[in-house]
């Protein structure tokens, strides 16, 4: 969420190739979570890229083997997918905050992070509500990304919240059990998304 709001902070401003950089940062969202997966399995073996740079300095390591390093591995490929989805719903936002605010504060002598803070970041109230929520749900819907970077492993190190569910259904064919615990997660989420939304509705934007 912070990556994608600083991004869009950036790609908002006026700098050459703007578009390419938003193309850039959003195509990752474009891979489905499986090639993702799978791509990034390539990347970090034991004779993936990453390693071959690693290795003349003996720095050379099995990430997506060990149990470690495979669960802050997989954070990784979430954020590098996460930031550009949240980036494209930030500049949607920051295009709807009238420049007379930012005009008013410039004579009001607010600097660039006062005008962030008073201005830009409590006009994006609505926005940091949808990025928030999607966010947390995103993280407990993890799925294809982890079974194909690690099918769960190594040591069960990123056997997430679906992953679980999905190897009680379809590998322990227990499907009572998978669905008691989908509907669970459901109400995890519920709840979390009712309450983030009262949060919501009771604050206020302050100029």
Known sequence: IVGGFLVALALDSRIRGKKVFRAAYFLPVMLSAAASGVIWRWV????????E?????????????????????????????????????????????PDELYEAARIDGADGLERIRHVTWPNLRNTHFFVTVLAIIG?????????????????????????????????????????????????????????????????????
């Open 139 to 207: 993280t407990f819907q993890v799925f294809g990304i982890a079974l194909a970077f690690a099918e769960g492993g190594p040591a069960r190190a990123t056997t997430t919240v679906v992953v679980l569910i999905y190897e009680t259904a379809f590998v322990q064919s227990s499907f009572g059990r998978a669905t008691a615990m989908a509907f669970f997660l459901f109400a995890v989420v519920f709840v979390f998304s009712y309450y983030r939304y009262q949060i919501e509705q009771q604050e206020e934007v302050a100029y």
């Open 44 to 51: 970090l073996s034991e004779n993936g890229v990453i390693n």
């Open 53 to 97: 740079f690693l290795r003349p300095l003996g720095l050379a390591y099995g990430w997506a083997n060990s149990p470690d390093t495979a669960l802050g591995a997989l954070m990784m490929i979430g954020l590098w997918g996460g930031i550009g989805f949240n980036m494209i719903l930030y500049l949607a936002g920051l295009q709807n905050i």
